[in-house]
């Protein structure tokens, strides 16, 4: 097992100075962070074109509406590898390690998705070209999947326990920064390639993905492992079972962890991949007006994530949870509202504020799913509890979306799913526990040497 986590680092890791433990924390953060924003950009560039370019490029014989939803049906496919990714990788991240998961997950999304740009199109190869699309598609999926609840956790278990929310907002962080860094890239792309970029221009974005795996694969070589995780090896409290034995023990997190991300996840997509959809079908805007937009959005999310992250550190994760859970029921009517009025400012200081309530969701909801889970079972139960979230909430939110507006023509039907989904998540977020404030760093001590950590406890 020790060659497996890194013997070597463990041993170096068991009487780490302060200001060693800071640099690791912060390489921890930055790796993760930065391999996030990686993995995501890979993410969000396959919406952006499933909205934009694949359904003249893989489904060309279709009409508009049609070949959109066909489009957005092999995007749901990348949600619905999500929980297949969290099983396994997440099974792994409890055995072996927080580190060569996330390795090994960066490994699977990059080179899944440089191949997306070099494969063939309908009208070269036929219906085989939609059918390597759904198998690229599910890779990013499956390593999505696994890449969250590692990140998360690297950034948290190496940070100090009263800044968790805080910490683990910043692999939520890699969000804005990879949407903003795809919808940057494919507005260049397309700017550059003009009446190419159908042709081969849309290639370029996929291609250059593989520049950026090389250098996150650079920095998360050089992190160590967690302190936590080597606590539990040391102990020898690494789970043989991982996944079966959070299922049996904590399944109603699990459940509870998917189901408060209704009102953060759906409106998200709805936000990001659905406002191309709306906006150059419905009112007729070009391409770059919405992809500036959606962009300004994403610059304003690096700050408000880690902020709401920080804000939880002070008023508790559920409270701070709470309340954009809040302000997305109300978010919703006002979003379609001024969307709908088909002025372009109006239309891009909207889009442009869109994410808001999002990100005061998402800054402490990393800390508030991992907390709710022990240390040897935590990659794994965290991981499946946010990934089933996109079979429910993520994956399906565009499609829904499509077909809603397609049957009424009127936008605020969408505006009351969004209302459905805020009081699932509300009404979800009263079972879950808060444990803000608990000290996951001592949680093995407690377990095994309860007399003896009282003492230390009291005598400060």
Not at 279 to 300: D, E, M
């Amino acid at each position: 097992m020790s060659d497996l986590v890194g013997g070597q680092e463990l041993q170096r890791g068991q009487d780490m100075p302060p200001e060693e433990r800071r640099k690791q924390m912060l390489r921890a953060v930055v790796a993760s962070t930065v391999g996030t924003s990686i993995e995501w950009y890979d993410y969000f560039l396959y919406g952006t074109m499933a909205a934009l370019v694949f359904p003249k490029l893989f489904f060309p014989k279709a009409d508009p509406l049609t070949g959109t939803l066909d489009s957005f049906g092999i995007f749901f496919i990348g949600f619905a590898a999500r929980p297949v990714g969290a099983w396994i990788f997440g099974t792994y991240g409890d055995r072996i390690g927080r580190k060569a998961v996330l390795i090994a997950t960066l490994l699977l999304m990059g080179i899944a998705t440089f191949l997306i740009g070099l494969m063939p199109t309908t009208s070269q190869i036929g219906i085989s070209a939609a059918v390597i699309l759904v198998v690229l598609r599910t890779c990013q999926g499956l390593g999505v999947g696994g890449e969250w609840g590692g990140s998360v956790l690297m950034s948290m278990e190496w940070g100090s326990a009263k800044r968790k929310g805080f910490l683990a907002s910043w692999p939520q962080f890699g969000v804005p920064a990879g949407l903003l860094t795809s919808t940057l890239v494919v507005a260049a792309t397309s700017a550059a390639t003009g009446s190419g970029f159908l042709v081969w221009g849309w290639r370029i974005p996929f291609l250059l993905s593989i520049v950026l795996v090389a250098v996150g694969l650079y920095i998360r070589l050089g992190v160590m492992e967690t302190p936590i995780f080597r606590q539990i090896v040391d102990k020898k409290r690494v789970e043989a079972r991982p996944m079966t034995e959070v299922v049996k023990r904590n399944w109603r997190e699990i459940i509870l962890s998917a189901l408060i991300r209704l009102p953060e996840q759906a409106p998200f997509y709805l936000f990001t991949v659905f406002v191309y959809t709306y906006g150059t079908t419905a009112l007729k805007f070009q391409r770059g007006f919405l992809v500036n937009a959606v962009s300004v959005a994403a610059l304003i999310s690096f700050v408000t994530i880690p902020l709401a992250g920080h804000l939880s550190d002070r008023i508790g994760r559920l409270t701070m949870y709470r309340i954009g859970i809040a302000v997305m029921a109300v978010w919703g009517f006002v979003y379609f509202g001024l969307y709908s009025t088909a002025i372009p400012a109006l239309v891009f200081i909207t889009i442009m504020l869109s994410l808001i309530p999002h990100d005061l969701q998402y800054g402490p909801q990393a800390a508030l799913i991992a907390e709710s889970f022990t240390g040897r079972l935590r990659y794994s139960g965290a991981s499946l509890g946010y990934q089933l979230a996109s079979v429910i909430a993520g994956g399906p939110a565009p499609l829904i979306a499509t077909y809603l507006f397609a049957q009424t023509k009127n936008p605020y039907v969408i505006s009351v799913y969004i209302l459905v989904c805020c009081v699932v998540g509300f009404a979800a977020t009263t079972l879950l526990k808060d444990r803000s404030s608990y000290d996951h760093s001592r949680e093995y001590e407690e377990q095994e040497m309860p007399a003896q950590a009282v003492t230390r406890r009291a005598m400060g």
